[in-house]
């Protein structure tokens, strides 16, 4: 047995370990890739990985659970949170990263999933707020670091802090369609930096 | 012969005037809801609104310019631009009014239309933009006025300030599915209205 995996997919120990998470959470991409969530069954990410269908119900409770990990990790791997010694430096970093990722097909990709299916399966907004919730918690100690050397307010509020970096290039891609690049990060990061610094991003 | 009336929907000028308008307008709004945009054809509009199809096109040019100038008016009624003498009321009220009319169930029928079909129907997306462009040429005068007052730097962008002041209620609704509400707006009117004084939200 192996300790209980860490994420938001609640995931449970079995045998095999690390091995088949990740080839789990490969045909999941694969599969979402190729017809969408809505198509996507357990049955075929199982097919695909190699392993039985109990395999995976014992790790993910359902498919929602399976899409949220899989692409919490990819994205957590195309996004990095930035550790450059200053927060003026990790906040434009973090949010030309994420420009980076939303512009690509990639992200381009995961973004129109999760927001063109989620009128017809509900379940797509719950696992979009549970992505979101796992962004929050990884960039959490880009936070702590800038409060501990002195460049915020004690009592900023990450998950206030970051919506604040991230809400207007997630407005521009979904809402006005004006052209999302360097400079919509940089702005972005100035807004959020000089709210935190007022103190309007309190908890 | 009346004037060009004014509006995002680039309509004509023609004889019998505002009625028509006001007649087409709303029987686009109704034709809106009972099928949605993708089903919406200038003929069903025309036939509700009890005129002929000509002229529909007389004053605009195609669906989209319809409904972006059915809903532009709508979303105008349905959410007054402040004027209540200082920027801080202002910004509160109008993110106040905003989420109110987010939240309400004829904005939140607009919001799914317009982002539910639009991977499906790319004029949706190029509507939405055109849309976002109305609000933001109706709010101009709310943002003149505070600079007026020298509540605000000369050089502010209202693009940029009504931008900032939307963007983290639109996270909510559209990304976290956190829940929307009063906090939410006076939340959000503090961040923009600091980051506004902190001359981030210059032109």
Known sequence: MEPELDGPG?????GRGPKVRAAVLAATLAELADGGYAALTVE??????????TTVYRRWRDRESLVVDALAEQIAADIPIPDE????????????????????????????????????????????????QDRLRRAEPLVARAVERGELPADTDPARLI????APIY???????????????DQAARVALAAARAGA???
């Open 44 to 53: 075929n990410v199982a097919r695909r990985a190699g392993v039985h269908k």
């Open 163 to 166: 919506g604040t970096l991230v």
């Open 201 to 203: 991003l309190r908890r």
């Open 85 to 132: 010694g200053d927060v003026e430096t990790d906040l434009r970093e973090l949010a030309r990263r994420f420009v980076g990722w939303a512009t690509s097909p990639g992200g381009r990709a995961v973004l129109a999933a999760m927001l063109s299916d989620a009128v017809r399966v509900p379940e797509i907004a719950d696992a979009r707020g549970r992505l979101f």
């Open 10 to 14: 609640r995931q449970r120990p079995v």
């Open 171 to 185: 407005l521009r891609l979904l809402i006005t369609g004006e052209p999302v690049d360097e400079a919509t990060a």
